[in-house]
């Protein structure tokens, strides 16, 4: 298994550009989600998943949008991109979407710098 | 709304020494997860021990402990024996046992071994 798997690992956009951010799992796992990352802030829920075809927001949805049209992907837009959005984004899923043992397997994050 | 918070934005500890990362939190329900994660320089997450709430005893991983406090709201990670792997930043994690399995994490801790 190639676990959680996200591309590009580094991407500089400008503002007002858009771009999405790829992120596959192969280990047929229902939940997925991303988190981004900044100095100072720990990490913050963007969006989950909880199979495919369902899609809700975390703690910060905004300027952000995703789909979930099959298990393995879970790709995030950013339609618009603005400075504010410069950070470290992280895809993380597991098993299933609640559970007592339930880990979430992170992957290797994608740093993304908007000028 | 649940909270996580770490206090000690950075720490450092001899190597073969202990240290304890201190994590607070503030959540309404009586059930839910606890988690220590760990991230090297690679960026990657890596879990380092979890705790459920509804149990007493204190979960252990090696050389990594916790001493969960829940009338206190209080979730510090032990790490004994320090090695240089140790060197990383350290996040507490939350995640409520109902609904989906999103994590709330803490601001984290810089942990500095020192040879």
């Known amino acids: 298994n190639a676990g959680v798997t996200q591309t590009p690992k580094f991407q500089v956009l400008k503002t007002g550009q858009s771009m999405t951010l790829q992120c596959a799992q192969d280990?047929?796992?229902?939940?997925m989600s991303w988190y981004r990352q900044d100095p100072g802030m720990g990490l913050r829920l963007i969006h989950y998943s909880v199979g495919a075809g369902i899609t809700d927001q975390g703690e910060v949805p905004n300027g952000y949008n995703v789909s979930r049209s099959t298990t393995e992907d879970f790709p995030l837009r950013l339609l618009s991109a603005a400075p504010s959005q410069t950070s470290v984004y992280f895809c993380?899923?597991?098993?299933?979407?609640?559970?007592?043992?339930?880990?979430?397997?992170f992957g290797p994050g994608t740093r993304l710098l908007v000028l | 709304a649940q909270t996580v918070t770490q206090s000690q934005p950075e720490m450092s500890v001899q190597e073969a020494e202990t240290v304890t990362l201190s994590c607070t939190y503030d959540?309404?329900?009586?059930?839910?997860?606890l988690f220590w994660y760990k991230q090297p320089p690679s960026r990657q997450m890596i879990l380092v021990i979890r705790?459920?709430?509804?149990?007493?005893q204190n979960a252990t991983e090696n050389r990594f402990s916790v001493n969960f406090q829940k009338a206190a709201k209080s979730f510090s990670l032990k790490i004994s024996d320090s090695q240089l792997g140790d060197a990383a930043m350290y996040f507490c994690a939350y995640r409520a046992v109902t609904g989906a399995n999103n994590l709330f994490f803490g601001t984290g801790t810089r942990l500095t071994v020192i040879p």
């Open positions: 280990m047929n796992h229902e939940y």
């Open positions: 705790q459920e709430a509804y149990k007493q």
């Open positions: 959540t309404s329900e009586s059930d839910y997860y």
């Open positions: 993380a899923s597991s098993y299933s979407p609640s559970g007592v043992q339930e880990t979430q397997y």
